[in-house]
């Protein structure tokens, strides 16, 4: 049984005390509010799920934040937009204690940021960020926590994956500009813009038809096989710097080219659609469903473009219903 007394505050102090537990303080403003409390915490007990929530009590979510900035952001590569999600979810759960959070708090949060114009995805980063913290605080700092809240969460509906296909005309007039090298190798590749970029020539293996990328998007290191038009392709490009495409510094400076040639592919043509609403991660996008339509099964595309998930990279792959149906034409 839990004991207590009061204090000359007026306020109550509960006390439990079992074999192969820490003591067990907490202060009440009255007195029944402390024997639910206590006749919950005896039950958890009894059941063998009691968890301490001394640490969780005095932590508060700011500083498990500022923790976890601290510790686990810099060890991914998407630190500096971890970190800004993370500053933005500390300004407003900050000042609750860990103990305190509960699902209904981050559901309200949701449907704000929602009335707010947010996209879904967006909110359920921030969720997963917010989830990640909790997990990290309960499994290796020993934060007192029953359970993650954050999964108890429904996550809003996310935007239908895009379907933009590259036309053939876009494609050469694409083919016919200054970024003609870039294009062709994304969608040859499948490789992300970034690994682009970042490509170096000695990285390029010309007899072995093959392109090492050490690090990408998911932390691991991926070979991607070179196309015949892929290899024709760097064959024509000059040797100039350590990086392929070194002449742009960083993807800011060639999403500004890229926005640049298709204002002025645009206008020369007159066709309303022609190149309207092409994004350049289109073209990977392009690229896996290419390679889909060459025969290559889903785990050999997967082993191109570095998707881990093969959810996600059906929802990148758009099969052009034309294509399908000459093949039906020649099945037996």
């Known amino acids: 049984m839990a004991t207590f007394r009061k204090l000359d505050s007026g306020k109550w102090q509960f006390i439990i ?14 007195r029944s509010d402390g024997d639910k409390w206590a006749r919950h915490l005896e039950g958890e007990m009894d059941r063998g799920a009691f968890v301490s929530r001394t640490s969780a009590d005095s932590t508060t979510l700011g500083e498990l934040i500022d923790r976890y900035i601290g510790e686990v952001s810099p060890l991914k590569r998407s630190c500096k937009n971890d970190t800004q999600r993370l500053r933005y ?48 605080a309960i499994k290796d700092w020993g934060i ?8 108890q969460v429904r996550k809003p509906k996310q935007a239908r994956g895009r379907d933009r296909r590259v036309a053939q005309d876009e494609l050469i007039a694409l083919q016919a500009t200054r970024i003609a090298p870039i294009v062709t190798l994304a969608i040859e590749t499948g490789m992300r813009l970034g690994e682009l970029l970042s490509l170096e020539w000695r990285l390029i293996d010309l007899d072995a038809r093959t392109a090492t990328l050490p690090l990408t998007k998911n932390g691991e290191k991926r070979i991607v096989p070179l196309s015949p038009v892929a290899l024709s392709t760097l064959a024509g490009m000059e040797h100039k710097e350590e990086r392929l495409f070194g002449h742009w510094k960083a993807a800011d400076s060639f999403e500004n080219a890229w926005k640049r040639t298709l204002v002025r592919l645009r206008k020369g043509s007159t066709n309303p659609i022609f190149l309207t609403d092409l994004r350049f991660h289109d073209l990977r996008h392009e690229a896996a469903s290419r390679l889909f339509e060459k025969g290559l099964n889903m785990m050999e595309v997967a082993s191109v473009t570095g998707h881990k998930s093969l959810v996600m990279l059906k929802r990148y792959t758009h099969l052009r219903a034309t294509d399908i149906a000459s093949k039906l034409a020649l099945a037996p």
């Open 89 to 136: 979810l500390k300004n407003h759960f900050g000042n609750l204690s860990a103990s305190a959070i509960r699902s209904t708090h981050i559901a309200q949060w949701r449907d704000k940021r929602l009335s707010e114009g947010k996209a879904g995805s967006t909110v359920v980063k921030e969720i997963n960020s917010l989830s990640h913290v909790l997990d990290t």
């Open 144 to 151: 007192g926590l029953p359970s993650n809240v954050a999964k």
């Open 17 to 30: 005390r079992r074999k192969g537990h820490a003591p067990v303080f907490k202060t009440f403003s009255t």
